[in-house]
């Protein structure tokens, strides 16, 4: 079992930057985790991933703005967001699992979300 519980997460202007974290505990040697996002209405969408070993992958519209690391000491994973814009606001979760991959039915672990909101 993997618990996972992200903080970080508020309100910024375009153009600002936040870090959200993402606490994880219980049996996490190998997994990787990955942040998913999901705007009011729409469905949940691959963000970025990093996996044990510190491999990242990021979806296309984040490429170059969010940056996704890890200490595995702390079972702690970091998804800093620079240059935000208005259709980034979402509540942003991350997940966990043993496999690399961008969909979410995969994920075993879910943490509970955290709100971000983009003001343009």
């Known amino acids: 079992q993997v618990q996972l519980v992200e903080s970080g997460g508020g309100l910024v202007e375009a153009g600002g930057s936040l870090t959200l974290t993402c606490a994880a505990s219980?049996?996490?040697?190998?997994?990787?985790v990955a942040w998913f996002r999901q705007p009011i209405g729409k469905e949940r969408a691959f963000v970025g991933l990093?996996?044990?070993?510190?491999?990242?992958y990021y979806a296309d519209s984040v490429k170059g703005r969010f940056t996704i690391s890890r200490d595995n000491a702390k079972n702690m994973v970091y998804l800093l967001m620079n240059s935000l814009k208005p259709e980034d606001t979402a509540v942003y979760y991350c997940?966990?699992?043993?496999?690399?991959?961008?969909?979410?039915?995969?994920?075993?672990?879910w943490g509970q979300g955290t709100q971000v909101t983009v003001s343009s």
């Open positions: 990093i996996s044990w070993g510190g491999n990242t």
């Open positions: 997940a966990a699992s043993r496999f690399l991959v961008s969909e979410p039915n995969v994920y075993n672990y």
């Open positions: 219980g049996r996490t040697f190998n997994y990787a």
